[in-house]
């Protein structure tokens, strides 16, 4: 009869902390009976509700709790505080409960073993109360399964590569949105998996995005069987640390021009739900050159890029810093120009009188340079004996005194042995 009253005093405990708002990972703190009375379903949590096997999992091995009344709240917002608690209760790490905020614990042992670092955000309980976002959450679940960086930018790349992030649809990363309850436990199993020597599914339009947002290019998401070189070009980094985006500002040495490429975006014409393929015009509408002969800026000639779907296209982003000498350099809005040194046709002919795609072209709309959009076939083309380059440089109208940085430098797939 004692030890009844002793339960019911603990539940009604719990039910006074959850009506004045607290969650149920603080409430837990308060008697280790909670977990013995939490439920493995919710009636908030569906059978087919995309986190129910997550959900059961994570209050299974004890690392989440549920609220009264058999819920779970899986689109509740969930803070910094209880994402860390989480991590840390689910990893296994000892904690040494002690005086102060009832997450302070949770908080030392995921800096001693390096899952937060004071750069995140300031430690004091107004940050941690803050509900987490996709970004924060991204860099604790990297540092979990052991990875790290020094590049801010990096975070939502490595995450999404290992699978641990998806994307919210088309390529959207949605850094600096907050997740929930739902999304923290599907996170944390996935963790789980990678700790445990697993390999996740991979969402490649996420990955693109976030190659995208950390270095300015996502050609090795996108494209990575072209630009592909020997490990020893990489020895001790990964073959997508070759990009030089130090070098993606140019500028002439009589400092007469200066301009940025902000991204070299990939799309791959073969695949209709590319999210990037929102940048263009319709593909009906797109042309590529052929060599042929141009009258006032129009080529003579009509080749569409709709025929050549088994290629891929290089959409640049840039802009035009400053131009004091217009009669040297020529003005784009587009920015630099971008070249793709290496790649060759077989019979530069055969492209001008058979309309054959065998090296990269320009693609234009109406008249030529209208687009800042080049086309790659996927095959077809041949490889000089050295490299395959990408290069800016700034718009000269002549070659004379050419100003350019070279972006990537690799062995490509086609070199001779």
């Not at 795609?357 to 996927?378: E, F, G, Q, R």
């Amino acid at each position: 009869m004692k030890k009844r009253i002793v339960s019911w005093l603990l539940v009604a405990i719990l039910l006074v902390g959850f009506t004045n708002g607290t969650s149920a990972e603080q409430a837990v703190e308060t008697t280790t009976e909670a977990a013995a009375d939490s439920q493995t379903s919710f009636t908030d949590v569906k059978i087919d509700h995309w986190a129910k096997r997550d959900t059961e999992q994570a209050i299974g091995k004890g690392y989440v709790a549920g609220y009264p009344g058999g819920l779970f709240k899986p689109d509740q917002p969930i803070k910094r505080d209880e994402f860390v608690k989480m991590v840390v209760t689910a990893l296994g790490l000892p904690v040494e409960t002690g005086i102060g905020a009832w997450y302070e614990p949770y908080v030392k042992i995921a800096g001693d073993n390096k899952l937060y670092d004071v750069s995140d955000f300031t430690n004091n309980d107004k940050e941690w109360n803050t509900n987490i976002t996709r970004q924060e959450m991204a860099r604790i679940a990297v540092r979990a399964t052991g990875a790290s960086t020094n590049e801010d930018t990096k975070w939502m790349y490595l995450a999404t590569k290992a699978g641990l992030i998806t994307g919210l649809g088309k390529g959207e990363l949605g850094e600096d949105k907050t997740t929930t309850r739902a999304q923290s436990v599907t996170i944390i199993e996935r963790i789980l998996t990678v700790k445990d020597g697993g390999t996740l599914p991979v969402d490649k339009y996420a990955v693109g995005s976030a190659e995208i947002a950390w270095h300015g290019t996502n050609i090795f998401t996108v494209m990575p069987e072209i630009y592909v070189t020997d490990e020893a070009d990489y020895a001790g980094k990964t073959i997508e640390e070759l990009w030089r985006q130090d070098r993606m500002v140019v500028e002439t040495k009589d400092g007469n021009y200066k301009g940025v490429l902000e991204a070299l975006i990939a799309i791959d014409l073969e695949d209709p739900n590319d999210p990037n393929l929102k940048l263009l015009p319709p593909l009906s509408e797109l042309k590529w050159f052929n060599l042929s002969g141009v009258d006032d800026g129009v080529p003579m000639e009509q080749h569409f890029v709709k025929d050549k779907l088994k290629s891929y296209l290089l959409y640049r982003k840039g802009k035009e810093i400053y131009n004091k000498d217009s009669n040297r350099y020529g003005t784009s809005p587009f920015g630099p120009s971008v070249m793709l040194g290496g790649m060759n046709a077989v019979e530069i002919t055969d492209m001008r009188t058979k309309g054959e795609l065998n090296m990269s072209a320009i693609v234009y709309l109406k008249k030529l340079y209208d687009l800042p959009v080049t086309i790659v076939p996927k095959m077809g083309w041949v490889q000089r004996k050295d490299r395959l380059e990408i290069e800016i440089h700034a718009p000269n109208k002549s070659a004379a005194g050419k100003q350019s940085n070279i972006l990537l430098d690799v062995k490509g797939p086609k070199y001779d042995e």
